[in-house]
């Protein structure tokens, strides 16, 4: 079914809410311009925003700060639930409004909380068996992690991480790596779709196809792409999809994606039983019935999808591939700076690490918050010790040269411990 915001506004009564009206208003602001070095059209996307005016916030990769029609959106819905006019989720309309954005069918789209929870109904709803395989990397987040790890443990399963070269030169060493790793005894492969730790693009389609013929389950934690890039679920390939559209499509925090392949949604054991868990003709839908739930992040869920529909998903990826480059650029000329995101622009989105000679990146991280009211993030996992920046709609030139020059400083002079 294909989504149409009239129709759904018409059937929650919508005169009375004011964020169709805003986002109508806002496509048609937005519907000229927008090449990425546009400064006018970007610096009136970055006014949708709530976020303080002298805040350089390059952590889009935790979480997404929300503009303002979807915080509007949020309110609204919790307005009517505490009048007692509880709206109700408009399913169809939200799943149809996913897919208009990340492809895939909009059948196949579950809403939990977030990643980590998405990733949980895939871990614990196969059957794994003793001796079974999971096939994963050292550049996984623990939210697509740690659920295989319960898993395993808990079937007397193995898992397996595969090591990946930083900074990976081509996605056929990427491949590989991975590959490697697999035995006849593997059940599932579980790889970011773009690693927290590097903001590296992994080649998802084409370990998709090699476990396909290998009757190889693959689940795809794809927390980052969707909002950054403009995907297609059904060009990405594997078995599940699990993101956080709270962090790139800007969705409030709180709201999970799962997507099941059509030859799973009757397969999957659900772990939360709610009323027709096994009704499998419901498919996935089954996977939504979690009893009472905060319905409002859904309402914002759609208003954020418009809100990226409305700058297009072109326009979004070209300006933060710019930003980034900007950004990249800029590192790779400092002298001590050695950057852990791959040179390839196929390999990479808006997100870069990196660290600098003798500067911890924890100390970094505070010298910036303090001199400029930075926010970054530092990936302290696995012993890595780099510093990602993560560069989203709302950013724009005068914050990435900021930082460069910081970073200059702090790479010529060093940073207070
Ligand atoms: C690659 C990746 N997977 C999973 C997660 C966990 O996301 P959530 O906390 O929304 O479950 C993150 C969060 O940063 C992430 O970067």
């Known amino acids: 079914m294909r989504w149409d915001r009239r129709r759904f506004v018409s059937v929650l009564g919508g005169a009375s809410l004011a964020w169709p009206g805003a986002l109508d208003a806002l496509a048609r602001d937005l519907a000229s311009g927008g090449a990425p070095d546009d400064e006018a059209f970007w610096s009136f996307v970055r006014g949708q925003f709530l976020l303080p005016p002298d805040r350089i916030y390059l952590n889009n990769g ?71 395989e999971v096939v994963t990397t050292d550049h996984e987040h623990i939210g697509g992690l740690e659920p295989w790890k319960l898993a395993t443990k ?25 590959w490697r790793r697999v ?31 290998a009757g190889i389950v693959l689940a795809v934690d794809g927390a980052h792409p969707p909002g950054m890039l403009g995907i297609d679920l059904a060009e990405v390939g594997g078995d599940f999809y699990a993101s956080s559209p709270h962090k790139w499509l800007l969705a409030p925090q709180g709201t999970g994606l799962l997507y099941i392949t059509r030859a799973w949604r009757e397969r999957l054991w659900p772990t939360l039983a709610s009323g027709g868990w096994d009704d499998l003709s419901l498919g996935a839908h089954r996977f939504n019935h979690m009893g009472t739930m905060d319905e409002s992040r859904l309402a914002g869920l759609l208003a954020a999808l418009e809100f990226m529909q409305a700058i297009g998903r072109d326009r979004v990826e070209a300006r933060v591939r710019y930003l980034r480059d900007t950004l990249e650029q800029g590192l790779r000329a400092i002298p001590g700076v050695s950057v852990a995101t791959p040179a390839d622009e196929a390999l990479k989105g808006a997100m870069v690490s990196f660290a600098i000679d003798g500067v911890e990146s924890a100390d970094l991280q505070r010298h910036l ?48 411990a």
């Open 369 to 416: 918050s303090r001199a400029a009211d930075v926010r970054t993030r530092v990936i302290g996992e696995y012993g890595y010790g780099w510093m990602r920046l993560s560069t989203h709609v709302y950013n724009v030139p005068a914050d990435v040269e900021r930082v460069l020059e910081l970073l200059a400083s702090a790479a010529r002079d060093g940073v207070p």
């Open 183 to 213: 035995t006849p005894a593997t059940r599932v492969v579980c790889v970011s779709h773009m690693t927290f730790t590097t903001g590296t693009l992994m080649p998802v389609s084409a370990l998709a196809r090699r476990c396909a013929d």
């Open 62 to 132: 935790t979480l997404g700060p929300s503009p303002r029609v979807v915080v509007d959106a949020v309110a609204e819905h919790a307005r009517r639930v505490a009048s007692t006019f509880p709206p109700g989720v408009a399913w169809d309309d939200v799943k149809a409004a996913t897919a208009a954005l990340v492809g895939g069918e909009p059948e196949g789209f579950v809403f939990p909380r977030n990643t980590t929870e998405a990733m949980s109904f895939v871990a614990n709803g196969l059957d794994l068996r003793p001796g079974d």
């Open 154 to 178: 808990r079937r007397e399963a193995r898992l397996i991480v595969a090591s990946l070269p930083t900074p990976a030169r081509d996605a056929g060493e990427l491949a590989d790596s991975v």
